[in-house]
């Protein structure tokens, strides 16, 4: 935000203390309100990043800094978005709160023997509640409790050049993507204990290969065209036109092979966790704990070749 050395992900993004500091005292202020003195057009820097409060938490907001991590408790730690309990007879029951603007609510799911799936809000919550069975493989629960919800295309019209208009469209909701997959990374397992320098080498290297995973599990029923967006199929023509023809041919041929390998969405999550922990970077890494890999093996007799067959 103010060109500062970045010391971790704060609230979604890269950020230094300050500015991460500064977005929590705004927020956890509830009734704070600041003005800009000049055009809200100010110049947020190291030097000037105090110069104009306004100025700096909207551009906060706009590098993709969210409001729903912030705790309003004022206790230390990010907000924990859910509370899980164990009831009798193995199954799991999920409560989240979550804001919307002008209403606050709670949802409680009770476990069904495999899981049940539920579609908050996007625009509230922005992730897919899933209640999982406990008695099954808990590392491929928690990446499916954690799985974010699709996001939807926002079209782009100031271009009368339709395929210019397809790649702007695409641009945005790539940006909105990568958002949401660096705050979902955060959930896997082990990928918050690797240095800042590990996590920023494994989503530079991986974070198509995640996206990429996504997009060829909502095409295989659509045909020859690639679901971008639940909103946004595309064909052939009009992948060529923009320029991404390589990406077309490389996200059918994964959606070929995974219409054949019937793939279960336990199987597709844990293939977008593996996508980024085996990302083409000069140090493999594996974030999964040893023991969370090696139950993987045993529970998913597929395992071994899921992660070595499915990818790019």
């Known amino acids: 935000m103010s060109s500062d050395f970045a010391s971790g992900f704060h609230y979604g993004v890269a ?9 929590k ?79 606050r609510s709670e949802l ?3 476990g069904s023997p495999w899981f049940s799936l539920v579609l908050l809000g996007s625009e509230a919550s922005g992730f897919l509640l899933l209640s999982v069975c ?10 499916l409790l954690t799985e974010p919800a699709p996001l939807a295309a926002n079209q782009d019209n100031s271009t009368s050049d339709s395929s210019l208009r ?7 909701l790539l940006n909105r993507e990568l958002l949401v997959l660096i705050g979902w990374a955060k959930q896997i397992p082990g990928f918050s204990e690797l240095s800042l320098v590990d996590q920023m080498s494994l ?17 295989q029923a659509t045909g020859e065209e690639l679901m971008f967006a639940g909103n946004l199929p595309l064909d052939e023509a009009q992948c060529r036109a923009a320029g991404l023809a390589d990406v077309y041919e490389a996200v059918r041929h994964l959606t070929v092979r995974y219409r054949a390998m019937k793939l279960s969405p336990d199987e597709v999550v844990t293939l977008k966790a593996m996508a980024l922990a085996n990302s083409g970077t000069n140090t493999r890494i594996n974030f999964f704990p ?19 067959s499915c990818f790019l």
């Open 290 to 308: 040893k023991a969370a890999t090696n139950k993987l093996n045993i529970q998913c007799p597929d395992f071994y070749f899921l992660k070595n």
């Open 166 to 172: 397809t790649l702007l469209t695409l641009c945005d």
């Open 203 to 219: 989503l530079q290297s991986g974070w198509m290969e995640a996206l990429l995973v996504d997009v060829a599990w909502r095409s």
């Open 25 to 103: 005292r705004t927020i956890q202020g509830k009734n704070i309100e600041y003005s800009c003195p000049l055009r809200n057009q100010c110049e947020i820097t190291k030097r000037r990043r105090k110069a104009c409060q306004a100025c700096r938490f909207q551009k906060c907001l706009q590098a993709g800094m969210m409001r729903e991590g912030v705790r309003l408790d004022r206790v230390r730690g990010g907000r924990q978005k859910y509370k899980r309990c164990l009831e009798t007879g193995g199954t799991f029951c999920t409560k989240m709160s979550f804001s919307s603007p002008g209403s």
């Open 108 to 110: 409680l799911l009770l």
């Open 134 to 143: 406990l008695s099954g493989n808990t590392v491929i629960s928690h990446l």
């Open 15 to 23: 950020s230094c203390e300050a500015c991460k500091a500064f977005f």
